[in-house]
Nanobody, 114 residues
Framework: QVQLVESGGGLVQAGGSLRLSCAATGNILSIRAMGWYRQAPGKQREMVATITGTGSADYADSVKGRFTISRGDAKPVTLQMNNLKPEDTGVYYC?????????WGQGTQVTVSS
């Protein structure tokens, strides 16, 4: 089993930047891919960015060119978010896909003011 802990959320003005980190513990050798999802009030949880063990990244169209996901050996997965917009507001969840299913962190709040 894998445990995930997010950090780095907060309040920022539109156009600003934030950097989220996700530390994984437990059976980290079972992780095949990691990523970030977000959930805005009244909306469904949506994929923001994912990255595989080989470093292949995928992004939601709404964040392409503004967000960057990265992952290093034994290092937390990070999500660098630049040029933030009010519509980026939500709870951001780290997720890990393992050979036994998917694990989720507890989430970190990101609020972007206009």
């Amino acid at each position: 089993q894998v445990q995930l802990v997010e950090s780095g959320g907060g309040l920022v003005q539109a156009g600003g930047s934030l950097r989220l980190s996700c530390a994984a513990t437990g059976n980290i050798l079972s992780i095949r891919a990691m990523g970030w999802y977000r959930q805005a009030p009244g909306k469904q949880r949506e994929m923001v960015a994912t990255i595989t063990g080989t470093g292949s990244a995928d992004y939601a169209d709404s964040v392409k060119g503004r967000f960057t996901i990265s992952r290093g050996d034994a290092k937390p997965v990070t999500l660098q978010m630049n040029n933030l917009k009010p519509e980026d507001t939500g709870v951001y969840y780290c997720t890990a896909l393992t050979n036994r299913g998917r694990s989720w962190g507890q989430g970190t709040q990101v609020t972007v003011s206009s």
